[in-house]
């Protein structure tokens, strides 16, 4: 699993603190710091030892298409929908990127 530092423009991403890519088992997806989810999780597992971990979980369970990584709790929570808000900066939030459109950042995150 390798993680890609990205440019984002924080006129699209204004609470985000940091935004890169990850890529674990075939799938690359984005993490977005600074926001946490408000829909229900389909999984919940503890001592996670890291996003990419988190991210790789998300990958192999089905209809997973974001997760949310909290580095404090070492907490990893599966989703299988796009509903997020702004959070502490040890809230992580991962969506596969076949996910993300044009769009996305707007409707997800309100920018």
């Known amino acids: 699993m390798k993680a890609y530092p990205i440019h984002v423009s924080t ?50 369970t089905e209809n997973c298409v974001s997760a949310h990584y909290n580095t404090a709790t070492l907490t990893c929570s599966l989703f299988d929908s796009l509903a997020f808000q702004k959070g502490d900066i040890e809230n992580n939030v991962i969506v596969k990127s076949i996910f993300k459109t044009k769009n996305s950042a707007k409707q997800l995150f309100g920018a």
């Open 11 to 60: 006129k699209h991403f204004m609470h985000a603190h940091k935004c890169f890519y990850i890529y674990s088992s075939g799938v690359l997806y984005l993490v977005f710091q600074g926001y946490v989810p408000i829909s229900t999780e389909i999984d919940v597992s503890e001592k996670v030892k890291s996003k990419l971990v988190c991210a790789s979980r998300c990958s192999k």
